[in-house]
């Protein structure tokens, strides 16, 4: 198996973080992956939600995006980059806890749902 370059990382992530770019607020989508280089867990199912903010920068109201990760109760804010999601959380403790999920080993499972709220 041959090491991947830079560049053939971000060609194979374009896909996937087109689409989470292309998430609006409430919107969710479910996708696996491998994360049996690290901890021989297999392949492991996420959703990822999307979040809107309105925001003032320099005088101007612009909508900025948040994204988080989930696996059932267990979750972690998320920012983008061109290869990775980068994942942070903190404990009641204030401990900060990081992981980094590589896009171009994201597979994405079904459709962008629009989460539906009571």
Known sequence: MTKLS???????????LELMDCMFEGEKIKVTFNTIKKYKGGLEEFTINCWEDKVTRKGEKVIEKSYSIHKSFQGMNIKLSKTTLRGYS?????????????????NIIGDVVKEEYI
């Not at 830079?6 to 374009?14: E, I």
């Not at 980094?100 to 080993?105: A, K, L």
């Open 6 to 16: 830079y560049n053939d990382k971000v060609k194979m992530s374009k896909k996937n």
């Open 90 to 106: 903190f404990d009641m403790m204030s401990q900060k806890t990081t992981y980094n999920f590589p896009i171009w080993e994201m």
